[in-house]
């Protein structure tokens, strides 16, 4: 008989990450996993920060109520602050970790969105985007985001694998094959993981 695949979902928000959000989902998708994009607000199309634009597959309210064994976000400017505001992305978050299951989170989404839920209060390691962000309107100096993570933020891990709270954290855009690798890892196995990197050459 076959295995039910796991299930992931992928909260996104206008202004999320391209490269991120799109690694994210193609990889968990190659590793086997069923991956379903919700979106904050019911709505048709999301634009993410460089112009893409994503149809999603639900609105996270009409899924806030069932079981997943994964969530995992992109981050981006202002994807991540778009996270961070939504309540209902909040309390699934929260009932996620109490539950054990896993939880991902790349660039500023560590900071902005794991961190305010309480999710990351027991970890002694984590990371986030450790770069100056800049926008059209407005820049942000290196540690306006890291020093939110405390004396956790480990600047020099590209990848963070927290694997007894199932928590992985990661940078940025150029992180994103080995964050999401790395989510793979942890729900399906390494030897899962190593198949897709060994045909991406990820080095």
Known sequence: MTEPLLRVLLPVADGNEDIEFCALQDVLRRGGLEVTIASLEPCSEVVLMKGLRIIPDVAIGDVASERWDAIAMAGGIPGAM??????????????QHEAGRVIGAICLSPALVLEPAGVLANSTRATCNPLPIRTVDQ?????????????????????????????????????????????????????????????????
């Open 139 to 203: 820049s942000w100096p290196a540690d306006e985001f890291t020093r939110l993570l405390g004396d956790k933020f480990d600047p020099s891990a590209r990848v963070c694998v927290d694997q007894t709270n199932r928590i992985v954290t990661s940078q940025t855009p150029g992180t994103a094959i080995e964050y999401a690798l790395a989510l793979v890892a942890m729900l399906r196995g390494q030897e899962v993981a190593q198949g897709i990197s060994d045909y991406f050459l990820v080095r």
């Open 82 to 95: 778009n996270l961070a505001a939504s309540t209902v992305l909040r309390s699934m978050l929260v009932a």
